[in-house]
């Protein structure tokens, strides 16, 4: 059945609509989403995470300051997200400034987390080169000895990143794939209001038009 995705007046009533049904259909991680940051010399990466919390405000997710991720998507200060949902043909991209979120709200969360998963926090160097996995294995027993019996506080290379939406587009497919005019609705902030409108939805060429295409090149490569 289709919905019409016009008729959400804000774009959270979106991801919540999309969202609670994906937690219908989908037994793990429906919460799993892309973020994209840009490099300083320009080069575009991508990695899954999972997002922890949406309000009005943005969507917060977990992660290491001094990562990869998390030094360019501060160097940019703008971040994106892309969900997707094949059970629903369903799609919600997010692009927005970055920031880090309250530190009280952080503790609170690592707090939360089970023991391994703080531990894993506190010694990770997220994304450098790391010499074997024995290294790690070692690191992580040490850090466990040492704090036996004790309170592990969450280190300040480790916190939430917040996403405040600047425009969000929201994909539904149709069930008519004869015609393959999807819909797609974006809502894009301006001053202390948002906009909807509609985009038209281009026609993607099928696969099957594609694929002869392809297999000439590679018989000419």
Same mark, same amino acid.
């Not at 400034?97 to 391994?116: C, G, P």
């Not at 539904?172 to 409108?197: C, E, G």
């Given at each position: ?9 804000? %774009?959270?009533?979106? %991801? ?16 799993? &989403?892309?973020?994209? @940051? $840009? ?6 990466? !991508? ?15 977990? +992660? ?17 997200? +892309? %969900?997707?949902?094949? !059970?629903?043909? =369903?799609?919600?991209? $997010?692009?927005?400034? *970055? ?17 391994? !998963?703080?531990?894993? =926090? @506190?010694? @990770?160097?997220?994304?450098?080169? $790391? ?12 850090? =466990? ?12 290379? /480790? ?8 425009? *969000?587009?929201? /994909? ?6 004869? +015609? ?7 809502? +894009?902030?301006?001053?202390? &209001? %948002?906009?909807?409108?509609? #985009?038209?939805? #281009? ?6 038009? /594609? ?6 090149? !590679?018989?000419?490569?």
């Amino acid at each position: 059945m289709n919905i019409d995705i016009s008729s959400f007046n804000q %774009w959270i009533e979106a %991801w919540n609509h999309f969202y609670d049904k994906e937690k219908e259909l989908v037994d793990l991680d429906p919460n799993a &989403a892309l973020v994209s @940051s $840009v490099s300083s010399d320009g080069k575009p990466n !991508a990695r899954v995470i999972l997002i922890k919390d949406v309000s009005q405000e943005g969507f917060t997710f977990y +992660t290491n300051y001094e990562s990869q991720k998390g030094k360019e998507l501060f160097h940019n200060s703008e971040g994106h997200l +892309t %969900w997707y949902s094949r !059970a629903q043909g =369903a799609s919600i991209r $997010v692009q927005g400034r *970055v920031e880090k979120i309250n530190t009280n709200l952080s503790d609170e969360y690592f707090s939360s987390r089970d023991r391994n !998963a703080q531990i894993s =926090a @506190s010694i @990770s160097k997220q994304s450098y080169d $790391v010499d074997s996995r024995e290294v790690l294995d070692k690191e992580f027993q040490e850090f =466990a000895d040492a704090h036996e019996g004790k309170e592990i506080k969450r280190p300040d290379h /480790w916190g939430g990143i917040i996403i405040m939406p600047s425009r *969000v587009e929201v /994909w539904k497919s149709r069930d008519d794939y004869k +015609t393959r005019l999807h819909d797609r609705i974006v809502f +894009t902030q301006s001053n202390d &209001a %948002w906009i909807k409108t509609r #985009l038209m939805q #281009l026609v993607p060429c099928s696969i099957r038009k /594609w694929k002869p295409l392809f297999t000439k090149r !590679a018989k000419e490569g």
